[in-house]
């Protein structure tokens, strides 16, 4: 019997561009959620120890995010987005 183990679809996308084209998929979807799992994917990619450090989080605290044990607030999705170098636009 094989061991399952956890997909990471940023393990699979090789360009920027298609990393930026994920997470604003996600961020489009109706339920909000799937935007949280989605930067939970781009974290664990980048490292959780290193994107902890660079957004001024521990990673306890960044871990209980990711792992959808609460609900973050806009400040912590800013400051993570900000330290895996993501910028949101806004368009009409």
Do not use: C
Not at 31 to 36: I, L, R, S, Y
């Amino acid at each position: 019997m094989s061991k399952l183990t956890e997909y990471n679809p940023f393990d699979h996308l090789l360009a920027e561009d298609e990393l930026s084209q994920y997470l604003t998929d996600a961020y489009e979807d109706d339920d909000p959620a799937v935007f949280v799992v989605a930067l939970g994917h781009a974290i664990k990619h980048k490292g959780v120890a290193q994107v902890a450090q660079a957004a001024g989080l521990n990673r306890e605290s960044l871990y209980k995010v990711i792992n959808g044990q609460v609900q973050p607030k806009w400040d912590t999705i800013h400051r993570l987005m900000h330290a895996l170098g993501v910028h949101l636009s806004v368009a009409a």
